[in-house]
């Protein structure tokens, strides 16, 4: 019984990361209809400024979020102005390369400033644990999970309660109708990218409380955040979330009880099985 | 012959002119002789790369300062010519090649991470000429009837043989109960099954000594072992074994740490006593138990010899062994180069298959290649403990142990 509150545990932990590192692909797509391929770029550079704020002014995980937001809001704001914008009546698949090619810069930069070792970084709570009972809890994972809800809240708030948020509804429901209505398109779709591109950025800056930093490593996390947006209904936050633990519990029960190897045949599997259904209702 | 076969073939014929006039151009008549090799000096295996390139400068280093190689009473100098492969496994082939027909390069040495070397061998096996492999562990680069590639470099098995060796001797010292209880987890990679083919091949009919209670695989790169490692923990093992590369081992480490589990000894194959695991875990990778094809504690002369060399060059304490593996390689290599008495290919594969050396830097003290292991070597690693604090201590193989290991409880 205790394994199996463990297991559970783990999985809601791995999975409210998982979320908090799809909300801003699940909104890109949800505005602009664009699958950002450049996703794995922030997720990357927000280890990367975390990781080298630490290493060069001892600076904490969780201060840096208070650089990568902003940073990451206006690099994703200049790709959507500079690049994004200038295809936007282009085919689907011209965007795609695009940001592909935009993630490739970033990954093979990275690999030019800071090689290809595995860095990474320690607090003074990386390997902290919280008992809860018969359970133990990683500190460092229950603090990225907060955030994870707190940024599902904030998302939600904000796309229901603010005139942004409303802006952002418009676009995303109805374009045309939403330009003749006086919503400044160009610009909800620059704040729809660079908010986006905040929230990856901020969850690359926590994950590097426990994943090691590499070039790679968005292409590590990429597919997954994929999963759980699909699996959560592309624009839907709140089901990006249930999808995003959904997914690790399932991740963690197969890992325990089938056989540790299948753990991310289980994301995969999901994946196809929700592309499948999705078709099928369409039909 | 047809226009078109014609027109085909003068670019090809260019091609080979070319090649040759360059090879011309570049020093290939002279006394130099030139060895090559393909390494990852950008990419993901960059550092290590870097490691290599030093540890093989090094050796050709030593020995141009006393003339060179000798060859039939003359003494000629050695050129060490690096490309960088950018640790992609579908470039390093092609400058192998590069290195053989435009260099002039007499023999090859590896570059760094088995899938890059089994991209690499193909070419000097192709082309018969000698390979000398420092950076690829695993038997699968070494063919059967293979005739051309040589291993300075134990197989993966024998970091998991090395480390029950000292686990049955810490046995005989009545240290250790019987049988020990062992969870076994390994990652899903040539590396990780040969791992756990060197575990079964020594616990085998040794049921008084071993019971495996936990024997699965996990995938690289996993998002996370929290579930493995309650897995672990249910089995209530004595031991815990785990073959994984660094960026799992962080992660895996970091989740028995949360978990707060214990064992008399946890050991991760290789994985422990590099500068950027102390890095991500600090202290929590005190006592950790790990099996090295070298250390710079081991009490050789020529070991001690090339830990001076090394600092003195490149400053630091050298703590990984991918240079002093590739050091020993080269140093081979020019051996049999001398030995062969030539530079023909077959000569310099005929003298490595004759090579013994008696000095070597590697647990052992000796370095040859025998054909019953497809010429790879098969030394025994050395195991050495983690100590808190920093540095590492050598407590297995007995004749080199600097003290007893910690056993938890």
């Given at each position: 019984m205790v394994d199996l509150l463990s297991v559970l545990a783990s999985g809601i932990l791995v999975g409210t990361v998982y979320a908090y590192m799809a909300y801003g692909l699940g909104l890109i797509y949800g505005v602009l209809r664009v699958v950002n391929l450049a996703h794995g770029a922030f997720l990357t550079l927000g280890v990367y400024v975390t990781w080298w704020l630490n290493a060069t002014f001892g600076m904490d995980p969780l201060v840096s979020i208070l650089i990568t937001v902003p940073l990451g809001f206006a690099l994703g704001a200049t790709v959507e102005r500079t690049l994004v914008f200038r295809l936007r009546d282009s085919p689907p698949v011209t965007t795609l390369l695009l940001l592909f090619g935009v993630w490739l810069i970033v990954r093979n930069a990275l690999y030019l400033i800071f090689g290809g070792a595995d860095r990474s970084l320690l607090t003074s709570y990386s390997l902290e644990s919280l008992a809860l009972g018969p359970l133990t809890l990683s500190i460092p994972r229950l603090i990225v999970?907060?955030?994870?809800?707190?940024?599902?809240v904030a998302l939600a708030l904000m796309l229901k309660r603010t005139w942004s948020g409303l802006a952002l509804r418009a676009v995303a429901q109805d374009r045309e109708a939403a330009a003749l209505s006086g919503v400044p398109v160009n610009r909800v779709w620059a704040v729809a990218f660079g908010i986006g591109s905040a929230l990856a950025m901020s969850a690359g800056s926590l994950m590097s409380l426990f994943y090691s930093v590499t070039p790679e490593f968005g292409a590590r996390f990429l597919l997954k955040s994929f999963c759980v947006v699909v699996l959560g209904g592309l624009t839907n936050i709140g089901g990006i979330l249930v999808a995003g633990i959904g997914l690790g519990i399932a991740e963690d029960l197969t890992a325990f009880y089938i056989h540790t190897g299948y753990r991310d045949v289980v994301s995969f599997l999901v994946l196809t099985a929700a592309l499948v259904m999705r078709r099928a209702d369409a039909d | 012959?047809?226009?078109?076969?014609?027109?085909?073939?003068?670019?090809?014929?260019?091609?080979?002119?070319?090649?040759?006039?360059?090879?011309?151009?570049?020093?290939?008549?002279?006394?130099?002789?030139?060895?090559?090799?393909?390494?990852?000096?950008?990419?993901?295996h960059a550092n290590v790369g870097g490691f290599f390139r030093d540890g093989y400068q090094l050796a050709v280093e030593e020995v141009n300062a006393v003339g060179g190689v000798a060859i039939n009473g003359v003494r000629r100098p050695i050129e060490l010519r690096v490309y960088d492969d950018k640790s992609d496994a579908s470039i390093s082939p092609s400058l192998l090649e590069r290195l053989i027909a435009v260099d002039g390069a007499v023999a090859l040495l590896s570059g760094y991470s088995t899938p890059l070397v089994q991209a690499q061998v193909i070419v000097p096996m192709r082309r018969g000429v000698p390979f000398m492999n420092a950076g690829g562990a695993s038997k699968s680069i070494f063919r059967e009837g293979n005739q051309w590639v040589f291993g300075a470099l134990s197989p993966v098995e024998s970091l998991?043989?090395?480390?029950?060796?000292?686990?049955?001797?810490?046995?005989?010292?009545?240290?250790?109960?019987?049988?020990?209880?062992?969870?076994?987890?390994?990652?899903?990679?040539?590396?990780?099954?040969?791992?756990?083919t060197g575990v079964h091949d020594v616990i085998r009919g040794r049921e008084?000594?071993?019971?495996?209670?936990?024997?699965?695989?996990?995938?690289?790169?996993?998002?996370?072992?929290?579930?493995?490692?309650?897995?672990?923990?249910?089995v209530e093992a004595d031991l815990f074994l785990s073959d994984a590369h660094e960026p799992d081992f962080l992660l895996q480490h970091r989740a028995y740490v949360e978990q707060g589990l214990g064992h008399i000894a946890v050991s991760y194959g290789?994985?422990?006593?590099?500068?950027?695991?102390?890095?991500?875990?600090?202290?929590?990778?005190?006592?950790?138990?790990?099996?090295?094809?070298?250390?710079?504690?081991l009490p050789y002369e020529r070991s001690r010899h090339f830990v001076e060399r090394y600092e003195a060059q490149f400053g630091g304490p050298v703590t990984e062994y991918y240079p002093a593996v590739a050091y020993e390689a080269a140093r081979a290599l020019i051996t049999a180069i001398g030995n062969a008495g030539s530079t023909a290919p077959e000569a310099i594969r005929d003298a490595l298959k004759d090579l013994e050396l008696d000095d070597s830097l590697l647990p052992g003290g000796r370095l040859y290649f025998p054909e019953e292991s497809r010429l790879q070597i098969e030394n025994r690693?050395?195991?050495?403990?983690?100590?808190?604090?920093?540095?590492?201590?050598?407590?297995?193989?007995?004749?080199?142990?600097?003290?007893?290991?910690?056993?938890?409880?």
């Open positions: 999970s907060a955030f994870s809800l707190l940024g599902f | 012959m047809t226009p078109d076969s014609r027109t085909r073939r003068f670019p090809v014929l260019g091609l080979l002119l070319g090649a040759g006039l360059l090879q011309a151009c570049s020093g290939g008549g002279d006394d130099t002789i030139r060895i090559g090799a393909a390494l990852p000096l950008s990419g993901k998991a043989s090395t480390t029950l060796e000292w686990l049955m001797w810490e046995q005989d010292q009545e240290r250790l109960p019987r049988p020990l209880r062992v969870a076994m987890v390994w990652q899903n990679t040539d590396h990780g099954r040969e791992y756990r008084d000594r071993f019971e495996l209670v936990l024997d699965e695989s996990f995938e690289h790169l996993s998002s996370d072992h929290t579930s493995l490692i309650v897995k672990v923990r249910s290789a994985r422990g006593p590099e500068r950027s695991v102390r890095e991500g875990l600090g202290e929590a990778v005190s006592h950790l138990v790990s099996a090295q094809w070298w250390t710079r504690a690693c050395v195991i050495v403990q983690n100590q808190p604090e920093g540095g590492v201590r050598i407590v297995f193989p007995p004749d080199a142990a600097e003290g007893p290991a910690y056993l938890g409880s």
